[in-house]
């Protein structure tokens, strides 16, 4: 079982549509979260931190689950710009690597006229 | 702006080669990575380092070596590159607290191709 899934997609919204991803994460120890955004071609950036209680910046709202282990990106108003592909980031322990942020696959968004 | 930056944007190398990718942060951040990212395989951890001369295997390290002389640089070497090494290649950096803050800095990537 992979540790962090995500639909791959793509997601095809209209403009001003509201879509949502989810992400599910398999290590219930996992400690913090995060979602990135990575533009075709581009860098991957962060985009928010999840936190328990729930976060929003803007048009995004970020959720996370505990009991069911998965987190969530909601996008409001969908802007052509949002176009990008959008990665779960979960800190867990990682037995090879020791260190904690795990990517999922990413999300991928295409936001239409 | 923080930065960082990668020296090759884009490679051509034939199998059997010596690759050496190589990463510059300017943020005097202690933390450095290397990743790979393939067409549905997502960002794979290949090495980091936690500072200077120190290394530690991410999940994929078969086939590659890495060298952190200096806090500021972070260079990824395929000592013999196969075709199956062909790959975006992501260098990072964090700062101290990256557990809580998640922010890795990365670079924009060095497409290697091996023939």
């Known amino acids: 079982r992979k540790e962090v899934e995500q639909d791959p997609g793509p997601f095809n919204v209209p403009e001003g549509a509201t879509v949502a991803f989810n992400c599910t994460y398999s290590?219930?120890?996992?400690?913090?979260f995060f979602w990135y955004r990575q533009d075709c071609r581009k860098e991957p950036k962060l985009l928010m931190s999840?936190?328990?209680s729930g976060n929003e910046d803007g048009r995004f709202t970020a959720q996370l689950n505990r009991a069911s282990q998965y987190i969530s990106l909601l996008i409001r108003d969908s802007k052509l710009s949002d176009s990008a592909t959008y990665l779960c980031?979960?800190?867990?322990?990682?037995?090879?690597?020791?260190?904690?942020?795990?990517f999922g696959k990413g999300t991928s968004l295409l936001v239409t006229p | 702006d923080v930065k960082v930056t990668q020296s090759s944007r884009y490679l051509v190398k034939r199998t059997g080669e010596k690759v050496f990718l190589e990463c510059v942060q300017d943020?005097?951040?202690?933390?450095m990575f290397w990743y790979r990212q393939d067409p549905g395989l997502g960002l794979r951890l290949i090495y980091f380092?936690?500072?200077?001369?120190?290394?530690e295997k991410g999940d994929i390290p078969e086939g590659y070596s890495v060298s952190r002389e200096k806090k500021e640089r972070f260079s990824l070497i395929l000592e013999s590159a196969s075709t199956n090494q062909t790959s975006m290649y992501l260098c990072?950096?964090?700062?101290?607290?990256?557990?809580?803050?998640?922010?890795?800095?990365f670079g924009e990537g060095s497409r290697l191709t091996v023939l």
């Open positions: 990072a950096s964090s700062g101290l607290g990256t557990l809580n803050t998640g922010e890795l800095f």
């Open positions: 290590n219930s120890a996992s400690q913090s």
């Open positions: 980031v979960v800190n867990l322990l990682n037995s090879n690597s020791g260190y904690a942020l795990n």
């Open positions: 380092s936690y500072d200077v001369k120190m290394k």
């Open positions: 999840v936190y328990s």
């Open positions: 943020m005097d951040h202690e933390n």
